[in-house]
């Protein structure tokens, strides 16, 4: 048996422990023992590129008993334990670091006051490498000294780790911590971001984060975004940066990709000023497969590992090529180069992508030549008017 192994069924036997303490003792050793915990992933949306730039790692019990992670972590705690789930967390994390699609980072929460902790220091030491893991910090009680942190971060950042402050502008997370620190990215709490779009104090608190942000050369990244009025304020106020069930909920899926709707419109968005008709108005989310997986009914596009369309599936022609383009296209120059292909492939639905070509969804050519239809109809009236 390891020596931590025995330290932990010695504490499972201390005598004055109460019935329910005596079953989360239990459950916490059978998870540090390998078994019980998982990490789901939430995508982290750069807004203005429409693309997923990273993931937060999530961790999820399976239990018995049943109870929410913070519920876990604070029950490892009373036993001494937290620093070792937090090693559980990491040594999962970066397994998972393996697979992630490529120009994407993993963040990863750790407790500023484990990062002391023999074993967790001994793990991020064998892990050599850290680039692509970013450490998202909480500071759940009150740190007298910010100075030993920022010492035991340095072989972090020298191995490659960005260090992000989480749940900016809530409880203690507050100014001196993001002072003291000086992180890469700046996680704003979600509940400044909840209904900011009604708050004007919520929006002046956003802004003044991103500002100080601004001056210690840090991202901005809002947290919780659950609405798209939420979005559009956080766009308009230039955060980079976004996370929130709005775009995808954290999904034990690899990867997860995000709501397609939400992300369309957000391109729409970003073409504002421009008053021409584009593609984002258009895309219809579409069923994925990979290339050797079954056949799904209806039209499809068959993606590589990367989410870039192969080919596309349509009931009448398997096989077919695809026409790829951006949701910032014009309507109008979508049809000129949609009406430009083989006969044979002439009528297929456009496949729309993001700036590094993952597919966003398709847009028919019924829709696109209703919507410029529509446009010349407004012009026409448009110039009746003059
Ligand atoms: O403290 P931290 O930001 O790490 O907390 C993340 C938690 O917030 C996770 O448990 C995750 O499931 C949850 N979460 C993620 N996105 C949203 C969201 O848009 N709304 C709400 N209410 N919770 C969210
Ligand atoms: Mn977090």
């Known amino acids: 048996m390891s020596k931590r192994a025995s330290r932990h069924v010695s504490l499972l036997t201390t005598p004055d422990d109460s019935g329910?303490?005596?079953?989360?003792?239990?459950?916490?050793?059978?998870v540090l023992s390998g078994t019980g915990l998982r990490l789901a992933s939430q995508p982290i949306v750069d807004i203005v590129h429409a693309r997923v730039v990273g993931y937060e790692l999530l961790a999820r019990f399976s239990g018995p008993p049943e109870a929410t992670p913070d519920v876990w972590f604070r029950w490892a705690e009373t036993f001494g334990m937290g620093a070792a789930l937090d090693v559980q967390v990491v040594t999962i994390a970066l397994a998972m670091r393996e697979h992630l699609p490529p120009d994407t980072f993993l963040t990863i929460n750790i407790d500023p006051l484990h990062l002391s902790d023999v074993g967790l220091v001994e793990t991020f030491a064998a892990a050599g490498s850290l680039e692509r893991i970013v450490i998202e910090l909480t500071e759940h009680s009150v740190i007298d000294d910010y100075g030993a942190i920022v010492e035991l971060l340095k072989p972090l950042r020298?191995?490659?780790?960005?260090?992000?402050?989480?749940?900016?502008?809530?409880?203690?997370?507050?100014?001196?911590?993001?002072?003291?620190?000086?992180?890469?990215?700046v996680k704003i709490d979600r509940a400044l971001i909840d209904h900011v779009d009604e708050d004007e104090i919520k929006t002046a608190l956003v802004e003044?984060?991103?500002?100080?942000?601004?001056?210690?050369?840090?991202?901005?990244?809002?947290?919780?975004?659950?609405r798209a009025s939420e979005l559009d304020v956080l766009m308009r106020m230039g955060v980079p940066l976004v996370q929130g069930y709005l775009l995808a909920r954290p999904s034990f899926e690899i990867w997860p990709t995000i709501d397609v709707e939400a992300l369309s419109s957000l391109a729409l968005r970003s073409g504002a000023g421009s008053t021409e008709a584009t593609l984002a108005q258009l895309v219809e989310t579409v069923n994925k497969r990979r290339e050797h997986a079954a056949v799904v009914q209806g039209i499809c596009v068959v993606v590589d590992e990367l989410d870039q369309p192969l080919f596309l599936d349509i009931p009448e022609c398997r096989g077919a090529k695809v026409l790829t383009l951006r949701p910032t296209e014009t309507v109008r120059s979508a049809v000129e180069r949609a009406l430009l292909r083989a006969p044979a492939d002439r009528w297929q639905p456009i496949v729309c992508v993001n700036d590094v070509r993952q597919t966003l969804g398709i847009v028919r050519m019924e829709r696109l030549i209703h919507s410029l239809v529509r446009e010349v109809d407004g012009q026409s009236s448009g110039l009746e008017r003059t």
């Open 20 to 30: 329910e303490a005596l079953s989360w003792r239990r459950a916490i050793v059978k």
């Open 158 to 185: 020298a191995a490659g780790a960005k260090i992000a402050i989480d749940d900016a502008g809530s409880g203690y997370a507050g100014l001196q911590w993001l002072h003291a620190l000086s992180p890469d990215l």
């Open 208 to 226: 003044m984060l991103g500002a100080m942000a601004d001056r210690i050369d840090a991202w901005v990244l809002a947290e919780g975004v659950e």
